[in-house]
């Protein structure tokens, strides 16, 4: 088993920042491709960004790039979202995930934290 645990979460001014952490337990951490992943109120759980076990790869979804950053340090096991340029449109439950190998869609992840709130004021 995996147990993932989401941090940093909060209320941020648009324009802002927020820096989300995802602590892992269980098992190697390296081994595990992780996700973050985000839910706003009536919508779908949509793929927000996913780095690979080594960091080497990085995917983002269109409406993030170039405002947040995704990355991990496995020796702490742990995963992080930089999360810059903070928009309305941004406020939504951020739930980090593992799995395997790469993938974009939610319903392939195995593990997920509980989710942090993200809420960005106008």
């Known amino acids: 088993q995996v147990q993932l645990v989401e941090s940093g979460g909060g209320l941020v001014q648009a324009g802002g920042s927020l820096r989300l952490s995802c602590a892992c337990s269980?098992?190697?951490?390296?081994?595990?491709?992780m996700g973050w992943f985000r839910q706003a109120p009536g919508k779908e759980r949509e793929f927000v960004a996913a780095?690979?076990?080594?960091?080497?790869?990085?995917d983002y979804t269109d409406s993030v790039k170039g405002r947040f950053a995704i990355s991990r340090d496995n020796a702490k096991n742990t995963v992080y979202l930089q999360m810059n340029s903070l928009k309305p449109e941004d406020t939504a439950v951020y739930y980090c995930?593992?799995?395997?190998?790469?993938?974009?869609?939610?319903?392939?992840?195995?593990?997920w934290g509980q989710g942090t709130q993200v809420t960005v004021s106008s």
């Open positions: 780095i690979s076990g080594l960091g080497r790869s990085t």
């Open positions: 269980g098992r190697t951490f390296s081994n595990y491709f």
């Open positions: 995930a593992a799995r395997r190998t790469r993938s974009k869609l939610p319903l392939e992840y195995d593990y």
